[in-house]
């Protein structure tokens, strides 16, 4: 039995996290973390310094503003940790990363098994199509998400780059551009409004036709299921390192 403590417990993902837990036979809740305090079934600490709660793992669903003080905490108990958090900036990147090198560390931009497949099929289609096609992305999301793009559109936009030599360039405000469309552009589109849990869509325009790939959430459970998995995993890694859903899918 893992034993798993959730950042960002007192928020929309962190119930949805405690009852994906509270299903399953593996892992239970041991505590959580959040700046809003609350009575719950688990012990809650608005400091994660505070916390004197041993852990197999960490998930965090909570906000960019919490992270230095959940990695200082992270790596002082040696907890490795799920990061399913977005919005980060490449300053925060990076210390993520530097603490992979002490810590076991899982980042990804999105928990979904069938967003990252489809992250691989747009791999697939860059390397066949890139050469001829035009690529455009669009991501679709609630009305209260605060960053755009979404750290998934960027995830997908980054692996179809890496397949072409990362010869392309970002394109997110075209309103701003008077100029006819570059081969090198990768178009990267926003919207926000109602309940719309994650919607994503590559389009591969090209002469004369077009192929699309898309996926659709209909709720935040298909987040909980993969950050689960990726704690239950994470709790048995040997080493230190920045795992992926790749290494979890292998």
Known sequence: ????????????????????????????????????????????????????????????FSNPAALDGLLSWAVSTKTPIVIATTGYSEEQT???????????????????????LLAELARKAAAFLGDQFDIEIVEKHHNRKV????????MLADAINETLDNRDHYVYDRHSVRRPREKSEIGIHSVRGGTIVGEHEI????????????????????????????????????????????????
């Not at 990076?94 to 990252?116: C, D, K, L, T």
């Not at 960053?147 to 960027?154: F, I, R």
């Not at 898309?214 to 048995?236: C, K, M, T, Y």
């Open 203 to 250: 389009i591969f325009a090209g002469h004369d036709e077009v192929i699309t790939l898309s996926h659709s959430a209909q709720s935040r459970e298909i987040f909980a299921v993969g950050a689960v998995n990726a704690a239950v995993f994470l709790s048995e890694a040997t080493r230190p390192g920045l795992y992926t859903m790749s290494d979890l899918l292998k």
């Open 147 to 154: 960053d755009a793009p979404s750290g998934t559109a960027l």
């Open 1 to 60: 039995m893992k034993d798993i403590i959730l950042s960002g417990c007192q928020g929309k993902m962190g119930h949805v996290l405690e009852r994906c837990i509270a299903e399953r036979q593996d892992c239970r809740v041991a505590a959580g973390f959040d700046l809003k305090p609350g009575e719950r079934a688990f012990p809650v600490f608005t400091d994660p310094a505070a916390c004197t709660v041993h852990a197999d793992a960490v998930i965090d």
């Open 94 to 116: 990076a210390r993520i990363r530097a603490a992979a090198e002490q810590i076991p560390v899982f980042f990804s931009f999105n928990m979904s098994m069938g967003v990252n």
